[in-house]
């Protein structure tokens, strides 16, 4: 990711512990001028993901190029995915530049 210039916001975190599922979810968004890096850790599930697709809509609505840093997230099911896979088609649309990244693959994926 690089240095941050001095100019940059963080968003306050969100998190979201799912008394239903026993999850626990947090997302924060670091922003720059030209960028935003949105930061999600925990469990992105069918209770979560929609919070990750506004915070992703949120950054590409502003013109902003999104990197999604998945590196403390646990778990992602077909609902996390489709806000990716969203979050990659609207980029493009906007011609604006959406990556993920992740040094650790996520432990477990389900269809």
Do not use: Y
């Amino acid at each position: 990711m690089g240095r941050l210039s001095e100019n940059c916001r963080v968003r306050e975190p969100f998190i979201d512990s799912s008394l239903a599922t026993g999850n626990c979810f947090e997302i924060h968004s670091v922003h720059s001028a030209e960028s935003t890096v949105v930061i999600v850790a925990g469990e992105v599930d069918l209770c979560t993901a929609p919070r990750l697709a506004e915070e992703l809509q949120r950054s590409l609505h502003a013109g902003r190029n999104t990197i999604v840093d998945l590196e403390r997230v646990e778990f992602m099911d077909c609902a996390g995915l489709r806000a990716l896979v969203s979050a990659s088609a609207g980029a493009q649309l906007g011609r604006t530049h959406f990556s993920v990244r992740s040094e650790e693959h996520t432990s477990e994926l389900q269809s």
